[in-house]
Nanobody, 126 residues
Framework: QVQLVESGGGLVQAGGSLSVSCAAS????????MGWFRQAPGKEREFVSS????????YYADSVKGRFTISRDNAKNTVYLQMNSLKPDDTAVYYC???????????????????WGQGTQVTVSS
């Protein structure tokens, strides 16, 4: 069993920055690819970013490319998402997810992730 806990969400003005993190516990040896998804009210959960086990391969949705940076620290069993130049459209609940799949490629669909955090709210005001 793996547990994921997100933290760092909050309220920020458009153009500002925010960093969210996700700490994993339990049987963390099973974790390979990790990702971030987000979901706004009435919307489908959408892919934001993913990172390979080594951290050497990162991927981003077009909507956040150039503004967000994903990273991980396997010694701390933690994945991070640094969000810069935030826009009101970035407002959502942000979820971290962990997959058992080892790949250097991108995993963009929710069904490929076995473990999910509870989510953290990010609100960007205009």
């Amino acid at each position: 069993q793996v547990q994921l806990v997100e933290s760092g969400g909050g309220l920020v003005q458009a153009g500002g920055s925010l960093s969210v993190s996700c700490a994993a516990s339990g049987r963390t040896f099973s974790i390979r690819t990790m990702g971030w998804f987000r979901q706004a009210p009435g919307k489908e959960r959408e892919f934001v970013s993913s990172i390979s086990w080594s951290g050497g391969n990162t991927y981003y949705a077009d909507s956040v490319k150039g503004r967000f940076t994903i990273s991980r620290d396997n010694a701390k069993n933690t994945v991070y998402l640094q969000m810069n130049s935030l826009k009101p459209d970035d407002t959502a609940v942000y979820y971290c997810a962990a997959s058992n799949i080892y790949t250097t490629g991108v995993l963009t669909t929710t069904n490929l992730y076995a473990y999910w955090g509870q989510g953290t709210q990010v609100t960007v005001s205009s």
